[in-house]
């Protein structure tokens, strides 16, 4: 009996019976958003100083982003204004920067705003299109403004891949409704219709925020980019985000396989050979109980 239950013993000492389990923290990606706002709209008198106004914000609830950065490629230096609420140098889930820039124009241009913050160890980029026109007849506003954000859920993949759902916030910072509005992703092709067009005029107004999904399967790490546009007074409106979705490529995701089905099966074995042991050594003080 004694040797039986030494045999127990060292049976369950060294075998290891590991459980599946989640796996290890999510690498959340880095989300930001920019939108760039020229004051003034034209300048209908011919050439002049225009300052643009950038509002960055950051999607991401659980982590606040650092080295927050806005250059343009038609003003500089672009500089900080306000935002930082609570003066820790990060960008934090709610607040709002805010930036701005100001130059002189002499024809008919558009600027592209690009911002970029850091999050573990991951850098987040997104950027901005406005357009200014210089020496027009035509009443402002002449601008139309269009900005996208895009999330996707979940934030990361185990190592054998899933399904990823995309989601698309396209909103119109400017003060013109905007028309022939059109979204696409490189990547995830089976895109929704849109959600949001509170009065059903097919223009995304200045206080709408469309929403847009789209779903697919991925196997690796990708990066997707997704671009928006849309028209007024004969002008386009431009805009792109993009995210990488990241697919563990250096650890399973259920430790207990190890990526391999033998090593699954040896520690569904091994369970049932100690189950069917303590079977064994119940029966068998039972009968000594008995016999006693």
């Known amino acids: ?70 250059v343009d490629d038609v003003c500089n230096p672009v500089k900080f204004v306000t935002g930082d609420d609570n003066d820790n140098k990060m960008l934090d889930y709610g607040e709002t920067w805010r930036y701005s820039c100001s130059t002189m124009l002499s024809e008919t241009i558009q600027n592209t705003a690009t911002v970029t913050g850091t999050a573990n160890s991951m850098t987040a980029t997104q950027k901005a299109i406005s357009r200014v026109v210089v020496g027009s007849n035509n009443p402002p506003p002449l601008v139309s403004v269009i900005n996208v954000t895009k999330v996707a859920y979940p934030l990361s993949l185990p190592q054998q891949g899933g399904e990823i759902t995309f989601t698309y916030k396209v909103t119109n910072p400017g003060v013109v409704p905007l028309g022939d509005v059109v979204i696409s992703d490189n990547k995830c092709k089976d895109m929704s219709g849109k959600l949001g067009d509170t009065n059903g005029n097919n223009f995304l107004d200045p206080n709408e925020v469309w929403i847009y999904s789209c779903t697919m399967n991925l196997k690796e790490t990708t990066t997707n980019v997704v671009s928006v546009s849309g028209y007024a007074n004969g002008l386009i409106a431009a805009s792109n985000a993009s995210i990488t979705v990241k697919v563990d490529q250096s650890s399973p995701a259920f430790p207990m396989t190890g990526g391999n089905n033998n090593n699954l099966n040896m520690v569904i074995w091994e369970t049932m050979i100690v189950v069917l042991i303590v079977l064994v050594i119940i029966y068998i003080l039972k009968r000594k109980l008995k016999g006693k």
Do not use: C, H
Request: net charge positive.
């Open 1 to 70: 009996m004694k040797r039986i239950l030494w045999l127990l013993i060292f049976i369950l000492v060294n075998v290891k019976v590991v459980w599946a389990q989640d796996s290890q923290s999510v690498l959340y990606v880095p989300l930001i958003g920019i939108t760039s706002v020229p004051n003034p709209l034209a300048l209908q008198k011919g050439p002049g100083k225009i300052t643009y106004n950038y509002a960055v914000k950051n999607f991401l609830v659980e982590t606040p982003l650092t080295n927050v950065r806005v």
